[in-house]
């Protein structure tokens, strides 16, 4: 098994032949069998251990036993404590999600703090047919049934090709020794329901249901590779930028057919899922929106507007801008600069008598109820309705910024100036204000 480990790192992952790596070692078979083989292999890395406290004595020993296999391989350990059940009751989340955040949070961490590029964690081929079996028990798309991926950004899983059994009788052949844990085997949990039961049986079957499985599995990835590329580049003729949002045509969305398996292909990365929330969206009204966890996605008119969801709490703040400022840079770019004459205002330019205004000028986003005097219209205006007649879509009014004195709105930043603070004295200083 080394010889054809060592010619699957060399094939497939290169990269480890060069660079310090971390292992992700519970002190189990699995782990235990991939450290060996690193190790044999001449590789360099060191050791990750995670004590969840969740088996008292039996956590403990893990703890000591990779502490004593990192000693006898002269390798560095890194080791690290949670409190998992308090997770669980604050996150309301089982425990097995539990842990598997918490030491991923933790692996980052590492990699970060330690300048280590890559992670290896010791998946196999029996993990990969208990996973495609929960996601296919639990209802999936091919991307489901494509397995474990053996490369991400920084996870490198080397065994994939390996089975358990492989894995044993490495682990016999070289003497090994490694921890059991017991809750591998209650069958409450459903991957080891699976690979206690439900797999047994299907070799039962049909004797060579492991191999037929992994070539299934190759035909699978081979299919959704193929799918991936004609979805990337559909998406590149679909979505069109426009500054930090994207227009997606609902009139050539809709020649899509089956237009949910569409849908779900072009929308799922960005945490849209809900197949029938996508297609209500398309006959809604101008102006309903869908919210995943990182993006937004609104019907405006004929098309469909993404951008990515605010992390900071912009909407809330309020920017100050005092007298004697030439100058700033954020939240938005603007210049302050006394002229001799005025001239047209345009959308990134203003020009506004002086005297009229309060310092500190304030900067902030608007809200409901807000309204203003817009040059060219007579009376006030709700910057709702402004919007709305302006077709504005709520993206895009999210984004608005609103220079204001002593609570009057000077200027809908990039849009429209307030008649109340127009130039009406060109004795008087004449403030320009623009966009930089």
Known sequence: MLEAFKKHIENTFPELGTNHFLIACSGGLDSMVLTELCHEAGLHFSLAHCNFRLRGQESKGDEAFVREQAKELNKIIYVTHFDTMGYVNQHKVSVQMAARELRYVWFEHLLSQHKIPFLLTAHHANDNLETFLINLSRGTGIDGLTGIPAKTEVLRRPLLPFTRKQLEGYAQKQQLQWREDVSNTDTKYLRNKIRLEVIPLLNQLH??????????????????????????????????????????????????????????????????????????????????????????????????????????????????????????????????????????????????????????????????????????????????????????????????????????????????????????????????????
């Open 207 to 436: 004797p060579t249901f492991s191999d037929n499985f992994k070539n299934t599995l190759d035909y699978l990835g081979q299919t959704e590779a193929i799918a991936s590329t004609y979805l990337k580049n559909l998406k590149e003729d679909l979505f069109v930028q426009k500054d930090e949002k994207l227009e997606i045509s609902i009139e050539k969305l809709k020649e899509l057919s089956p237009l949910s398996v569409y849908l779900h292909g072009l929308f799922k990365e960005y945490g849209f899922k809900e197949l029938d929330n996508l297609e209500d969206l398309l006959d809604g009204l101008s102006g309903k929106q869908l919210v995943s966890n990182t993006h937004v996605l609104v019907k405006n008119r004929e098309f469909l507007v993404l951008s990515p969801l605010k992390e900071n709490n912009q909407n809330e703040q309020i920017f100050y801008v005092q007298k004697e400022v030439e100058q700033i840079d954020s939240p938005i770019a603007l210049k302050f600069s006394v002229v001799q004459e005025r001239y047209d205002n345009t959308s990134k330019v203003i020009y506004i008598q002086k005297d009229t205004l309060k310092y500190p000028l304030k900067i902030r986003k608007w809200k409901n109820g807000d309204y203003f005097y817009p040059i060219g219209l007579k009376g006030k205006k709700k910057l709702s309705k402004y919007f709305k007649d302006e077709k504005i879509d709520i993206v895009s009014k999210d984004e608005v910024w609103l220079l204001y004195s002593n609570e009057q709105i000077v200027w809908v930043v990039g849009m429209r100036a307030d008649e109340r603070f127009i130039v009406t004295d060109n004795s008087q200083e004449i403030l320009k204000i623009e966009i930089t």
